[in-house]
């Protein structure tokens, strides 16, 4: 694309932040807003994945469905509070979009993955948990397995206790 | 799976239940009148010399099974009995429905679990067949609950088979480990096969493999446990899978206290990172401990220790290091 002078357009860089309820996806986001925002030539994508569990723990489907219509209006919720934030720190309404997507027993990171191919995101940026190794070996780690996995997309692991505000 | 229709069982009479008890028991056993139930739901009411009758077979309750080794001693377990199928005379286990949640502890963690009886039916379905496995059938009853009728497998758990207290350590690496290890190479192939139907078996630990008398060949028992959300859902049966392997290499849990008591001299020897990952309290760099251990069987229990900084991420990379360690066994 061009501007009417005949110059090509820079296209935004895009980046996608990977959230859920925790303080550490909080950390991250606030990360981002506090890195990049205000300045020009960047898009978010603010991405939640809600791993829904197995139909196995729960006593029927439909009470599975509620489980999952209930954690899905909370995600809204903190994606909206999570938009609003960025919207603050000067990125443009227009360039910041959510998205929930229901994980049916596939890893999480396998879905962030997918959707940050998807829309070709060049940076993916997760908070990080701090388990300690058991917790790591027993549960899994959702940054280590970014880490691994992602291909032609930098990930940036955030320290809750980064330093930005 | 089987529904029973209307009041579950049709044609059966006080005297032709006793005629059916007749083949199979002695006459000094069999009660003057059954109380007959088809819906289950209250488990912990069904008793000795009840019969349930599912899908209209019927089956003469004899006791409650008690709890495994987690459990309090000699709890029974209301909800599985142990029972006759007066059809045939066999031996079957019946777990009735147990909706139970709670945290189990694995060392100092916490993972949310469920007793899923439809999970149980599906994986009972699924390995039908299987020489590895339990065999049985679900059947509903009358108030729908997912009852599993289960063949009834004499033998000796895991932790029995594979004890090496009595004898040197020594002595039975070098004689009866290797042919444990092989029965053991085709237990965990029969979880792989579990995994590569997308299920898993969620409670792998020495009492739920049995070594079957009649066949000998190790059965791996109960899958009705259920877990919440992992990143990987396979870790919890490969963690359970190298914990029965490093017990049935060390002939028993290989502790600090065994150390303490029976091995003082290789204590000083042993640094964090030889720890097991989860239990703090047991060794998994056996190797330090036996040194005759071979060294590819050793790096197996290293990927379960406090130092390790590689996992195994799927059943398969388990099982190509079992075997390759299994060939290491059998040159020492």
Same mark, same amino acid.
């Given at each position: 694309?061009?501007?009417?002078?005949?110059?090509?357009?820079?296209?935004?860089?895009?980046?996608?932040?990977?959230?859920?309820?925790?303080?550490?996806?909080?950390?991250?986001?606030?990360?981002?807003?506090?890195?990049?925002?205000?300045?020009?030539?960047?898009?978010?994508?603010?991405?939640?994945?809600?791993?829904?569990?197995?139909?196995?723990?729960?006593?029927?489907?439909?009470?599975?469905?509620?489980?999952?219509?209930?954690?899905?209006?909370?995600?809204?919720?903190?994606?909206?509070?999570?938009?609003?934030?960025?919207?603050?720190? =000067?990125?443009?309404?227009?360039?910041?979009?959510?998205?929930?997507?229901?994980?049916?027993?596939?890893?999480?990171?396998?879905?962030?993955?997918?959707?940050?191919?998807?829309?070709?995101?060049?940076?993916?940026?997760?908070?990080?948990?701090?388990?300690?190794?058991?917790?790591?070996?027993?549960? =899994?780690?959702?940054?280590?397995?970014?880490?691994?996995?992602?291909?032609?997309?930098?990930?940036?692991?955030?320290?809750?206790?980064?330093?930005?505000? | 799976?089987?529904?029973?229709? #209307?009041?579950?069982?049709?044609?059966?009479?006080?005297?032709?239940?006793?005629?059916?008890?007749?083949? %199979?028991?002695?006459?000094?056993?069999?009660?003057?009148?059954?109380?007959?139930? $088809?819906?289950?739901?209250?488990?912990?009411?069904? &008793?000795?010399?009840?019969?349930?009758?599912? &899908?209209?077979?019927?089956?003469?309750?004899?006791?409650?099974?008690?709890?495994?080794?987690? #459990?309090?001693?000699?709890?029974?377990?209301? %909800?599985?009995?142990?029972?006759?199928?007066?059809?045939?005379?066999?031996?079957?286990?019946?777990?009735?429905?147990?909706? +139970?949640?709670?945290?189990?502890?694995?060392?100092?963690?916490?993972?949310?679990?469920?007793?899923?009886?439809?999970?149980?039916?599906?994986?009972?379905?699924?390995?039908?067949?299987?020489?590895?496995?339990?065999?049985?059938?679900?059947?509903?009853?009358?108030?729908?609950?997912?009852?599993?009728?289960?063949?009834?497998?004499?033998?000796?758990?895991?932790?029995?088979?594979?004890?090496?207290?009595?004898?040197?350590?020594?002595?039975?690496?070098?004689?009866?480990?290797?042919?444990?290890?092989?029965?053991?190479? +085709?237990?965990?192939?029969?979880?792989?096969?579990?995994?590569?139907?997308? +299920?898993?078996?969620?409670?792998?630990?020495?009492?739920?493999?049995?070594? &079957?008398?009649? $066949?000998?060949?190790?059965? %791996?028992?109960?899958?009705?446990?259920?877990? #919440?959300?992992?990143? !990987?859902?396979?870790?919890?049966?490969?963690?359970?899978?190298?914990?029965?392997?490093?017990?049935?290499?060390?002939?028993?849990?290989?502790?600090?206290?065994?150390?303490?008591?029976?091995?003082?001299?290789?204590?000083?020897?042993?640094?964090?990172?030889?720890? !097991?990952?989860?239990?703090? !309290?047991?060794?998994? !760099?056996?190797?330090?401990?036996?040194?005759?251990?071979?060294?590819?069987?050793?790096?197996?229990?290293?990927?379960?220790?406090?130092?390790? $900084?590689?996992?195994?991420?799927?059943?398969e990379e388990l099982l190509d290091d079992l075997i390759r360690a299994? &060939?290491?066994?059998?040159?020492?």
């Open positions: 694309m061009e501007n009417h002078k005949g110059v090509p357009k820079l296209k935004d860089k895009h980046i996608m932040i990977a959230v859920d309820e925790s303080e550490n996806a909080k950390a991250a986001l606030l990360f981002v807003a506090g890195f990049i925002g205000g300045f020009r030539g960047f898009r978010a994508t603010i991405l939640s994945v809600l791993a829904a569990p197995d139909i196995d723990l729960f006593d029927s489907d439909g009470e599975r469905q509620k489980w999952i219509a209930d954690k899905r209006e909370s995600l809204l919720v903190v994606l909206e509070r999570y938009r609003q934030i960025l919207i603050q720190s =000067g990125f443009p309404k227009t360039k910041i979009r959510t998205e929930l997507v229901v994980s049916d027993d596939r890893p999480v990171s396998s879905v962030i993955l997918e959707k940050q191919k998807e829309v070709c995101s060049c940076a993916l940026v997760v908070g990080r948990r701090g388990i300690s190794k058991s917790e790591e070996f027993l549960f =899994g780690s959702v940054s280590n397995a970014l880490v691994h996995s992602a291909n032609n997309c930098s990930v940036w692991v955030i320290e809750p206790t980064c330093g930005i505000e | 799976m089987k529904k029973i229709a #209307g009041s579950g069982y049709v044609g059966h009479t006080q005297q032709s239940l006793r005629d059916l008890a007749s083949q %199979w028991l002695e006459p000094s056993r069999i009660p003057k009148k059954f109380r007959i139930i $088809t819906d289950t739901s209250e488990f912990i009411r069904i &008793d000795y010399d009840d019969i349930v009758i599912l &899908d209209n077979s019927p089956f003469l309750i004899r006791h409650n099974q008690k709890e495994g080794r987690f #459990g309090m001693d000699d709890q029974p377990k209301f %909800w599985v009995k142990s029972a006759i199928d007066l059809s045939d005379g066999s031996k079957k286990i019946i777990k009735l429905v147990f909706h +139970e949640r709670f945290q189990a502890r694995i060392g100092d963690l916490l993972i949310d679990c469920v007793r899923s009886p439809l999970k149980e039916a599906r994986i009972l379905d699924l390995v039908q067949g299987h020489v590895n496995f339990m065999h049985g059938y679900p059947v509903q009853d009358t108030a729908s609950n997912i009852v599993r009728v289960i063949d009834f497998i004499p033998g000796q758990t895991m932790a029995d088979y594979a004890f090496a207290d009595v004898i040197k350590h020594e002595e039975y690496f070098a004689t009866s480990f290797p042919a444990i290890l092989r029965e053991y190479i +085709e237990a965990v192939m029969a979880i792989l096969f579990l995994h590569r139907h997308n +299920e898993i078996h969620g409670d792998i630990r020495r009492d739920h493999l049995l070594r &079957d008398a009649t $066949t000998n060949r190790l059965r %791996w028992i109960d899958f009705d446990f259920a877990h #919440g959300p992992n990143e !990987n859902k396979f870790v919890h049966d490969l963690f359970g899978l190298g914990n029965i392997l490093m017990y049935i290499a060390g002939g028993r849990d290989i502790t600090i206290q065994v150390l303490n008591d029976e091995m003082p001299h290789v204590r000083s020897s042993i640094a964090e990172d030889d720890f !097991n990952i989860i239990f703090h !309290n047991r060794i998994a !760099n056996l190797g330090k401990v036996f040194p005759y251990i071979p060294e590819a069987l050793n790096r197996i229990f290293l990927h379960f220790s406090m130092g390790t $900084t590689f996992y195994y991420d799927n059943t299994a &060939d290491a066994v059998n040159r020492a």
